[in-house]
C-alpha cells in the first residue's frame, strides 16, 4: 500500500507511522492526551489552575477534542510573566534541558524539556527529516545554531535518530560551510532559507557551484520565506527546498513539515493540536479559513502549553495529501500577526513585497524594507539588490527597473513606495533568521 512508503527512495520509516493514523484513532489518541494534559497542569501549574478556576472551569470538563474552546489562551507575555521556571509541570530535578529564546526586549523566554519530552522531539524532528526524503546515508550538514536556540540540538537528535550522518556544523563561517559541504559530499543541509541563499552566493564566489555539488535536500525554516524564495533557491542550487515550521515555545523545530509534495505543511498534531483563531476575537475558526495558529501540546511534560497563541498566520488544509499522511497540514507561514507595519492606512507583510521583488527578472532575492518618518509621516523604502550586470548597466535601464519594481509591489499593495537598487553584497548576510525590516521611525 503506497501509505506506507516514504515519499522518496521508497523506504518507510517505522519512526513515522504516527503520520499515517487512520483519522479516528488519531482523534480518539489526541482526545486521551489532551485530557491527560489539562490535568496535569491543573494539578501542576498555578497560572492554569487559576485561569481554569476563574472561567469556571474544571479538568473533568474536558471530555472532548471540542471541549478545547473552554479553555483559557496562554501567550508569550505568559511565559516572560512566569520567568523562568513560572510554567513548569515537573520539578527541576526531571528537567534534562533548558532552552531558550532571545526574542527583541527585555528576558528571555525560558523552555524546559524532560528526558520523554526529548524523546518525542526527536521523534517529530525523525518524522521532519523522512517527510523531506532524507534518510540513512544521507550526510546532513546541520548549519542551525547550535546553543539556547532550538534549532541547531532540535535537528541534531532528529537526524542522528534517523541514522544519518550528522555534520553538527552550527550557524557561521560560511566559507568552512563551502569546504565541507562540498568535501564531505553533504547531501542534504538544515539551516534557515536565508543563510542558505548566502551559502549559495558565497559558494559562487569562492568559485563553487553548488549544482555541481552532490546536495540534493535543503531543511528551511525558522522564518518565513515565500513561494517565489523556493523557486530562486531550487533553481540556483538544484535542490528541493523543503518547509519546516517550529517554535521553542511547542518545542522547537518538528512542529509541522512539508512531505515531496510541498503542498503545505504536515503538523505532527498527535502531539501539537492546532487551531486557528480570530486573532481579534479568539473565535475559533472552520479547517480552510485563515487566522492564527494556535498550539496545544498533547505530550510535553515539563512545560506543556495550552492553547498558546503563536500569532503565525495560515490555515488548516482539509484536503488529503497524496503522500498518504492523514496528520492534516497548514499551509506556508508568511505572516505574522506582529510582523505586520501600516503604512498609510494600509496593512503591510514583508512576505508581501518579497514576492512582488522575486517576480521581476534581475531582483536578487537580498532585500530590506526601512520604515522612517518624515514630517510626520510613515515612509517607506525597500532596498534591494540586483545582479551586478543590471548594476553596472547604465542609468536609464536601472531606472526602468526601479519603476517596474516599484510598480509590481504597489499592484500588491495598493501603495507607491520608494524603492532603491543597490549593489550586491550591499544588505547585511544573516547566519541565522534574517532581518527584514529597519525601522527607524522610533530612532
Ligand atoms: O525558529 C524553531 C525552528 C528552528 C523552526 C529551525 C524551524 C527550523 P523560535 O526561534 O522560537 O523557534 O521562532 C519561532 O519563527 O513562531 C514563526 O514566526 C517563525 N518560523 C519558524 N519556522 C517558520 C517557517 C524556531 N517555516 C517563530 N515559516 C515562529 C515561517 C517560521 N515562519
Redo the contacts with the bound molecule.
Sequence with gaps: MAILWNDIGGKFNPACSSDYLPVDQLRTLQTQRLIAVVHRVYDRVEMYRKRMDERSVTPDDIRSLDDIAKLPFTVKTDLRDTYPFGLFACGINEVVRLHA?SGTTGKPIVVAYTAEDIDVWTSVMVRTFAACGCGQGDIIQNA?GYGL???GL??HYGAESLGATVIPISGGNTDRQIMVMKDFGVTAIACTPSYFLHLIERAGNMGVDIKDLPIKTGVF?????TEAMRKYIESASNIKAY??????EII??GVASECSDQSGLHIFEDHFYPEIIDPETGDTLPDGAEGELVLTTLSKKAMPMIRYR?R?ITSIIQEPCPCGRTVRKIRR?GR?TDDMFIIRGVNVFPSQIEEALLAVEGTLPHYQIILMREKGLDQIEVQVEVTEEVFSDEVRSMEKLRTVLAQSIERTLNIRVGVRLVEPHTIERSMGKAKRIIDKREM
Design positions: 529564546s542551525y536556540f532550538t534549532g532540535g535537528a525554516g525558522a522564518e518565513p520565506w518547509d519546516i515550521y517550529g517554535l521553542s522547537g523545530p503563536t503565525d507561514i505574522r
